[in-house]
């Protein structure tokens, strides 16, 4: 993750442009929240949702209702986002290697 941050192979509105998707479904996550539960309920039911995603969103193989988590997950569909925006341009034997490790991760190129 260092690399894609320090030297980042994407152009930068794409970078930009995921961000501000995460942003705005983190935004509206926390906006559900606050309205059915009180303030202190809300902000612990945010972290907690918040670490849960992101820990779902790299698991490989999820089935059942962790599998269904993971379909759902603004994490996962982020972090799919920024790999697919630096694939693209990828040329290669690095675009091989990444290809065959999306394929792995079962991403939709």
């Not at 479904?25 to 992101?54: D, H, I, K, R």
């Not at 790299?58 to 996962?76: C, E, I, P």
Request: net charge positive.
């Amino acid at each position: 993750m260092y690399y894609s941050v320090s030297q980042p192979r994407a152009v930068i509105w794409q970078l930009y442009l995921i961000t501000c998707a995460i942003y705005y479904a983190c935004a509206g996550m926390a906006y559900v929240l606050s309205q059915l539960m009180s303030p202190t309920a809300a902000q612990l039911t945010a972290a907690v949702a918040a670490l849960l995603n992101a820990l779902v969103a790299s698991k490989f193989n999820a089935s059942g209702a962790m599998g269904l988590l993971k379909q759902v997950s603004y994490a996962r569909w982020g972090l799919e986002g920024y790999v697919i925006a630096e694939a693209n341009n990828l040329t290669g034997v690095w675009l091989l290697a990444r290809c065959a490790d999306l394929k792995q991760m079962q991403y939709n190129i």
